[in-house]
């Protein structure tokens, strides 16, 4: 398993691969591995990918021109070895002695077993402690602490580099919660119910849930609680017409659908015709119908659908793409392709995605507009600017579709904020809007 370890990794860092895509290829290439294995395998593949900052500053503080002669592929063993020291505790000799590395590396596989005195000289700068501390760019961890406080930010980032919990939305189309967690127990997994959604279960993950006969029958979907919370904000009535302006592969899409009870009219649109495509079969097998798709261009509308659709929806989600910054423990190897500017890019698009779509809302319609980021710059700095240009839209509260209670609960009173150490979901950030009547 190591060498498939190192060849993901390589792959992910020497070649800019994204890293689910690449283990998803390799996994499958590798058709012996037992399903244990291959749990190992990207494990491993994901622990590297969430320690390179720390490993990097402790074997660079210990071993100096020694780590910076190594080649690309033994630097990578190196980093493979000092993880499973510091994680796993394999006593660095042994350690060293079967990844095959030189002796010379031992002090820097020392100083990873033991990183407390090399952590301690870090200067009293808040960043660059928590920088290296869990593993991010310099300029993420001011971003961090620019968005929270310094005991909010450590928190963040230690909850990014944690594995993230498996959570289904149960498809209410076909059952319901309880008759779910019996039916998963009946299979072998554990379930229980999420603290926000209504429609959510945290399960175990030692099993393939896609193979379960309960997935097969579209008794569920995987997607985070926080996604579902989302949904539940635009809260679409049976009967409405409804657009979901970024459907991705259509998660929230299936979603809507079961709010909506598969009535009315579900219009999924996206930039992206594979991943669009994805959403037919997903639908088949929940037994929703009331849908379509149209992939459009990244400019805009196609003048016949935007004819159809424009200042005609009852509802309008608009799942903005983004920085990710919020799922950074779905996706740990977003922190080296993204860069400073990557926010500003972001917020550009999302300023044109917000403005286009809520125009196809009906006066008295509803918008959600939503990111995975935790950036300001792409969250209320977009919101406030598009209000801003355009005096039609109104910001709601999201009690309004949420309910008291639960937007007491989660903390939503102008804007919904879902963090991973305080809500336990991934990073959300959502705004409510109406087009006024």
Sequence with gaps: MRALVLEAYGAIRDEGRVADRTLDYLLRREKRLYANERRAVAEAVYGLLRAEGRLTYLLEESLGDELRALSSAAKRALFYEALRVQERRIPPARALAEGGLSAALLPGLVACAAPGELLSRLSEDPAKRLAVAESLPPWMAELFLRELDEEGAFALARSMNERAPLTIRMNGLRTDRETLIARLASEGVEAKATSWSPDGLHVDGRQNLFRLRSFEEGLFEIQDEGSQVLARLLDPHPGWLVVDSCAGAGGKTLALAASMKNRGRLVALDTDERRLGMLGPRARRAGVHNWESHVVPADGLPTPLAEKLGDRADAVLIDAPCTGLGVLRRNPDARFRLDEGSVQRFAGIQKELLARY?????????????????????????VETVLAEHPELELMPPATTLGEELAERLGARRYLKLLPHVHGTDGFFAALLRRRA
């Design 358 to 382: 809520a125009a196809l809302a009906k006066p008295g319609g509803r918008i959600v507009y939503a990111t995975c980021s935790i950036a300001t710059e792409e969250n209320e700095g977009v």
